[in-house]
């Protein structure tokens, strides 16, 4: 059984900074791309950040050169450093891997359970 948990999310100001964090624990062969993604209140879930098993990273526009994806595959581990936050980045965040549990077995999607980030003065 594998776990992906979040942490890091709260509330802060318009301009301040965040750095989310999520941990995979469990029965862990590989973990391939680890994204970060979010959903608002009445939207679609948007795809934020990824960060390849290679170390290639991606981001969507509207976070481009203030979102920082990261990870350390020692500690089975990503995260998103958020700087000049803006009430429009207000969502719950969350961590989704691609993890192989054994050799012989096709990778498949795990997700956390999110974290809440609201950006509001």
């Known amino acids: 059984q594998v776990q992906l948990v979040e942490s890091g999310g709260g509330l802060v100001q318009p301009g301040g900074s965040l750095r989310l964090s999520c941990a995979a624990s469990g029965s862990i062969f590989s973990i391939g791309a680890m994204h970060w993604y979010r959903q608002a209140p009445g939207k679609q879930r948007e795809l934020v950040a990824t960060?390849?098993?290679?170390?290639?990273?991606s981001y969507t526009d509207s976070v481009k050169g203030r979102f920082t994806i990261s990870r350390d595959n020692a500690k089975n581990s990503v995260f998103l450093q958020m700087n000049s936050l803006r009430p429009e980045d207000t969502a719950v965040y969350l961590c989704n891997a691609n993890i192989r549990t054994n050799w012989g077995m096709p990778p498949i999607d795990y997700w956390g359970q999110g974290t809440q980030v609201t950006v509001s003065s």
């Open positions: 960060s390849s098993s290679s170390g290639s990273t």
